[in-house]
C-alpha cells in the first residue's frame, strides 16, 4: 500500500517511490481524479443574481441566532493583557529595577 495524504492522492515520497519502481502513478490514484470526473463535476452552471431582489423568500421566518457564548478551558487570567506601549501600575515595584 502507497502512503497516501488526506485526499487520496500519493504524497511526494511514494509518487518517486513509484517512479522508481518503473510503474505508472496513474495505478495509484483514484479515478476520481481524473480529468473525466472533474469535468462531470464541474458540468454544472451556477447562475449570478442581481443583489436580494432575485433571493427566493424563506417560508421559515424564524431569525437565526448567534451561538451561545462557551466559556474557554482552563483557569481564566487573574489580569487583562496590556498593551506594549501602555505602562503597568504606578505603585507596583519591578524586579528589574529594585536593588539590595
Keep these: 500500500?502507497?502512503?497516501?495524504?488526506?485526499?487520496?492522492?500519493?504524497?511526494c515520497h511514494a509518487v518517486a517511490a513509484v517512479r522508481y519502481a518503473g510503474l505508472k502513478l496513474e495505478l495509484f490514484v483514484p479515478k476520481y481524479y481524473s480529468r473525466?470526473?472533474?469535468?462531470?463535476c464541474y458540468s454544472n452552471e451556477i447562475?449570478?443574481?442581481?443583489?436580494?431582489?432575485?433571493?427566493?423568500?424563506s417560508r421559515n421566518p424564524a431569525s437565526v441566532l448567534s451561538p451561545k457564548y462557551k466559556r474557554g478551558s482552563?483557569?481564566?487570567?487573574?489580569?487583562r493583557?496590556?498593551?506594549?506601549?501602555?505602562k503597568s501600575k504606578p505603585t507596583k515595584l519591578k524586579r528589574k529595577t529594585t536593588k539590595y
Design 1 to 11: 500500500m502507497i502512503g497516501r495524504g488526506i485526499v487520496g492522492i500519493p504524497c
Design 47 to 57: 447562475s449570478t443574481m442581481n443583489g436580494q431582489r432575485m433571493w427566493k423568500g
Design 81 to 86: 493583557r496590556r498593551e506594549p506601549d501602555e
Design 74 to 79: 482552563g483557569r481564566p487570567k487573574k489580569h
Design 36 to 40: 473525466k470526473f472533474y469535468d462531470i
